[in-house]
T-cell receptor, first 109, second 116 residues
Framework: GQNIDQPTEMTATEGAIVQINCTYQ??????LFWYQQHAGEAPTFLSY??LDGLEEKGRFSSFLSRSKGYSYLLLKELQMKDSASYLC??????????WGAGTKLIIKP | GAVVSQHPSWVICKSGTSVKIECRSL??????MFWYRQFPKQSLMLMAT?????????EQGVEKDKFLINHASLTLSTLTVTSAHPEDSSFYIC????????????FGPGTRLTVT
């Protein structure tokens, strides 16, 4: 079956760095997405990886290893506004997104 | 660009009534629209995929007669929850895209439905 695993919750300190891991198993693979979702709001797109390696976008970076079925989202210089849930989603061979349950990130001052 | 709106943003209705939720792509023509449901602290669950001018494709376990989806134009899709029950209370989110590929997908702000 198809499955996405990511930690339920993580806590980090303002100004620090945090890495949120995601492992996936899908029927075929057309890319790995990371979305940010604040409580009560819809997800917003953060990143898309389809090739192995690290993609950097400002304070956020996303890494993919297709052979390992593994990705991570790296957040640097954490700010209080980064407190949110981070959703990992893999696209299968039918271009359907398979969603993880999300990682709730708590930022402490 | 790529703005998607939803209306209403929240709605409270009585059990047994029907509720219609609108999803509009404001600055682009959306060939495909997706409807999701999200329960508290859970992941997004895809309910159905709709293409303009054709019938929606429902995910397994989603009752097509209960959740009516109409994608009448390239900028508007509607989800009607018929004979709503308290267990239908959830956060409903639409997303819109240009192609079959979900990569080009933009989310609306969501609609919070509470059935009393």
């Amino acid at each position: 079956g198809q499955n996405i695993d990511q930690p339920t919750e993580m806590t980090a300190t303002e100004g620090a760095i945090v890495q949120i891991n995601c492992t996936y198993q899908t029927s075929g693979f057309n890319g790995l997405f990371w979305y940010q979702q604040h409580a009560g709001e819809a997800p917003t797109f953060l990143s898309y990886n389809v090739l192995d390696g690290l993609e950097e976008k400002g304070r956020f970076s996303s890494f993919l290893s297709r052979s390992k079925g593994y990705s991570y989202l790296l957040l640097k210089e954490l700010q209080m506004k980064d407190s949110a849930s981070y959703l990992c989603a893999a696209m299968d061979s039918n271009y359907q997104l398979i969603w993880g349950a999300g990682t709730k990130l708590i930022i402490k001052p | 660009g790529a703005v998607v709106s939803q209306h209403p943003s929240w709605v409270i209705c009585k059990s047994g009534t029907s509720v219609k939720i609108e999803c509009r792509s404001l600055d682009f023509q959306a060939t495909t629209m997706f409807w999701y449901r999200q329960f508290p602290k859970q992941s997004l669950m895809l309910m159905a995929t709709s293409n303009e001018g054709s019938k929606a494709t429902y995910e397994q376990g989603v009752e097509k007669d209960k959740f009516l989806i109409n994608h009448a134009s390239l900028t508007l899709s509607t989800l009607t929850v018929t004979s709503a029950h308290p267990e239908d209370s959830s956060f409903y989110i639409c997303s819109a895209g240009w192609t079959k590929s979900s990569y080009e997908q933009y989310f609306g702000p969501g609609t919070r439905l509470t059935v009393t």
